[in-house]
């Protein structure tokens, strides 16, 4: 589960901002989250039925409110599974409706960063572990992948796994760095990938897990991968980065490119002339400069991806609003 406070409080809000009502369905896994929200907009004084709190298996309910004749739009984060059905769902046009349905969709992202030769291997290395690893890697911005320059790849690797191993996992109410992750069966389906991640290239750091009292995974790398292998291609949307050697910027770019998701990514490189074509050739709809390839600011870094990542709303923008208006023009002539 993705940021359940920021997220959903920003989809909810921007349609009603814009002028509309709204139907919020949360998560199957936070809706008390959503329900608190609810009452922080009815103590602000929002009008009772601008935003109605409709919590409930999406297995159930999902279908019904995307289908309704009377939905004009949705707005949608979470799996590329879901995004895509919603996306084919809201293109039938139903009895009584006399209009096309528009989706916002962030289905998550295959995000990489970049590292060029001659950098800085402990910016570098402090980039990857920070990205991949904040909020136990739920994040559709994580790094997932790191494509290094095979002159600094060892040093690299070398200073992320000693990063990593001083990272704290365990109750963050007591400030410690990494938590558990949502749900048994976001558990089972990393512990999955960790074991073909051992099957595809090598476990450098991490790869246990402990779910006797919550969902723990420790924070994974593994090396000696290849572009095309699942652990590079798949969305895990968990605490683990795969590791992939480069010969030149070329290959990186390249690399980068090889992959269905085009959301977020980062270059770190003190040639110009590469950044200059990773802001050209680099397909994401988030790139980054010598830092990490996560947390963007709203009102500062608009967010959305490109390719299957979804529509590029670029949600945190005064632009995301005019999704949810219609735009007429009027002309008077006397």
Known sequence: MELPVAIMAGTTLAPVVAGNT??????????????????????????????????????????????????????????????????????????????????????????????????DTDMAAEAIVTSAFGFSGQKC????????????????????????????????????????????????????????????GKLEQGGGTDDSKGYFVEPTIISGLKSKDRIMQEEIFGPVVGFVKVNDFDEAIEVANDTD???????????????????NEFDVGNLYLNRGCTSAVVGYHPFGGFKMSGTDAKTGSPDYLLHFLEQKVVSEMF
């Open 22 to 119: 709204v139907l919020l369905k949360p998560a199957e896994d936070t809706p008390y989250i959503a329900y608190k929200l609810m009452e922080i907009l009815e103590e602000a004084g929002l009008p009772k039925g601008v935003v109605n709190f409709v919590p409930g298996d999406p297995k159930e309910i999902g279908d019904y409110l995307v289908d309704h004749k009377d939905t004009h739009f949705v707005t949608f984060t979470g799996s590329r599974a879901t995004g895509t059905r919603i996306y084919e769902r809201s293109a039938v046009v139903q009895e009584g409706q006399n209009f096309l349905k528009r989706v916002i969709a962030e289905m998550g992202g295959k995000d990489a960063i970049v590292v060029d030769e001659n950098i």
């Open 141 to 200: 911005s994580a790094c997932s992948r790191a494509i290094v320059h095979k002159d600094v790849y060892d040093e690299v690797l070398e200073k992320s796994i000693k990063l990593t191993k001083e990272l704290t996992l365990g109750n963050t109410v007591d400030n410690t760095y990494m938590g558990p992750v949502i749900n048994k069966k976001q558990f089972d389906k990393i512990k999955k990938y960790i074991k073909i991640g051992k099957e595809e």
């Open 261 to 279: 998701y085009g959301l977020t990514g980062a270059v770190i490189t003190n040639n110009r002339e590469h950044w200059i074509k990773a802001v």
